[in-house]
């Protein structure tokens, strides 16, 4: 027997909750009564599939924009409703479906199994269309109310690696991303470039124009930073007005022309704000790795850091390469690395 489909819109279109939220399969052997359910469900709005044993459910649900909700008959050919619920369940991989079983055995130990099996919901045949169309109501409202929920952790993940006011990685998250992509380069080999950018004399502008504008400033230069560099390139706000760029694969070379390519790129035209044209300028420490060398992510960054002491005082507005290995330097003790007070 073929799989039929009647897609009619539902008319919900809240966002939160997908497309596939109204689509509802109905597996039921008995022709009669899979037209009647058919009919009743197509009739409220859903957009329907149905077929007549077990397999093609679970084919149907395990496929491509799969209903979120199903109406299974317990007694089937191929798989029984009971089976097919188990095996959705083993998938911890797809999104949640509601299951609801039809039966006709009313006895308790038997809706039990049902229920054990992972059904959400049972309806006992025959039974009452205003009843049907309740409970799918209620299983799409969970459904509905689950969707949100996914949207809201999703957001809280964002906002937990994030900076709120750049939309970058947060120091947290782009610290993890060296670590990892150090831990990557010691497998695997190649090289791993990292730089460490600071807007210049950044204090004048918040002092001069106030915090919003100094805001609306760091949010143009990373905007700018973000464009010169590759897909799967990190970068993350280091701290107030430093930046940390964590770009795997690049070499000394690569990670030098990277930094300058975002130096151009701040430099090249005044930021316009609301008070006006701001012009800034970033000084960048620039340091790579080569697979031999045994460093761990930390000194790298002591590496950025004190090449980046070395181009603001060569005099801003300039890159500077780490020397190899880092020339100590008092301030550079620590991997806990303080921002110098007068960039
Ligand atoms: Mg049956």
Not at 138 to 158: H, K, N, T, W
Not at 164 to 183: D, K, M, Q, Y
């Amino acid at each position: 027997m073929p799989i039929r489909s009647n897609t009619r819109s539902i008319g919900e279109t809240a966002e939160a909750v997908p497309a596939t939220a109204s689509r509802i399969l109905i597996a039921e052997d008995d022709p009669v009564l899979r037209r009647m359910l058919e009919a009743l469900l197509v009739k409220s709005g859903y957009d329907v599939v149905s077929v007549s044993d077990g397999l093609q459910a679970l084919r149907v649900l395990e496929g491509e924009g799969a209903p979120s909700l199903a109406v299974l008959d317990w007694v089937m050919p191929g798989l029984e409703g009971p089976q097919v619920c188990q095996r959705i369940r083993q998938r911890s991989d797809r999104p949640y479906i509601y299951i609801l079983l039809l039966t006709a055995l009313t006895q308790k130990g038997n809706v039990l199994q049902g229920l054990e099996s992972g059904a959400d919901d049972y309806l006992t045949k025959p039974f009452d269309a205003q009843e049907l169309r309740a409970r799918v109501r209620v299983g799409l409202r969970i459904l509905s109310l689950q969707q949100s929920l996914i949207s809201a952790r999703e957001e809280l993940r964002f906002q937990a690696t994030h900076d709120a006011l750049t939309g970058l990685f947060n120091r947290g998250a782009v610290l993890e991303s060296i670590h990892r992509e150090r831990s990557r380069q010691v497998r695997e080999g190649g090289t791993l470039g990292v730089i460490l950018a600071d807007l210049d004399h950044f204090k004048q502008v918040n002092d001069t124009y106030g915090h919003l504008l100094g805001d609306a400033v760091l949010k143009e230069a990373a905007r700018r930073m973000s464009g010169c560099v590759r897909p799967y390139d990190t970068v993350g706000r280091y701290g107030g007005e430093e930046f940390l760029i964590v770009a795997p694969t690049a070499d000394a070379t690569g990670s030098l022309s990277l930094a300058e390519r975002m130096r151009e790129t701040i430099a090249a035209s005044p930021i316009v704000t609301s008070a006006g044209e701001v012009r800034v300028t970033a000084s960048f420490g620039v340091a790579a790795s080569d697979p031999t060398e045994s460093i761990a992510a930390d000194s790298l960054l002591l590496r950025v850091d004190d090449a980046l002491y070395r181009a603001k005082e060569l005099g801003r507005n300039r890159c500077e390469m780490a020397s190899n290995p880092v020339a100590s330097r008092s301030s550079a003790t620590s991997a806990q690395l303080a921002p110098e007070p007068t960039r």
